[in-house]
């Protein structure tokens, strides 16, 4: 089944915004964090910036003061709102949402593709 679904991704011109979203079709959506993370081809996947259960944020130095991470319970949704981009933001933009308890859960999204151009 599809837990997690990342939409939002396209293509702009450096400088441009774009807002990703993920929605989670888990119950007790309020518990889990949740991270956004980017893959290059020929590197790791990096997490870009997370959510927690409680609204602690926090970035990857590069995108500091350009994206801003942000969820909504009601929907069940998570956004990442990036502007000032830039083509080194260019990737696949992955939604991860992660509980401890009362189980551990690990849900992957299949990717958004991002590309900042000129």
């Known amino acids: 089944q599809v837990v997690v679904v990342e939409s939002g991704g396209g293509l702009v011109q450096p400088g441009g915004s774009l807002r990703l979203s993920c929605l989670v079709s888990?119950?007790?959506?309020?518990?889990?964090?949740v991270g956004w993370y980017r893959q290059t081809p020929g590197k790791q996947r990096e997490l870009v910036a997370q959510?927690?259960?409680?609204?602690?944020?926090d970035y990857e130095d590069s995108v500091k003061g350009r994206f801003t991470i942000s969820r909504d319970n009601a929907k069940n949704t998570v956004f990442l709102q990036m502007n000032s981009l830039k083509p080194e933001d260019t990737g696949v933009y992955y939604c991860?949402?992660?509980?401890?308890?009362?189980?551990?859960?690990?849900?992957w999204g299949q990717g958004t593709q991002v590309t900042v151009s000129s």
């Open positions: 991860n949402a992660v509980r401890l308890f009362p189980t551990r859960a690990d849900d």
């Open positions: 888990r119950t007790m959506f309020s518990i889990y964090d």
């Open positions: 959510i927690t259960h409680d609204s602690r944020t």
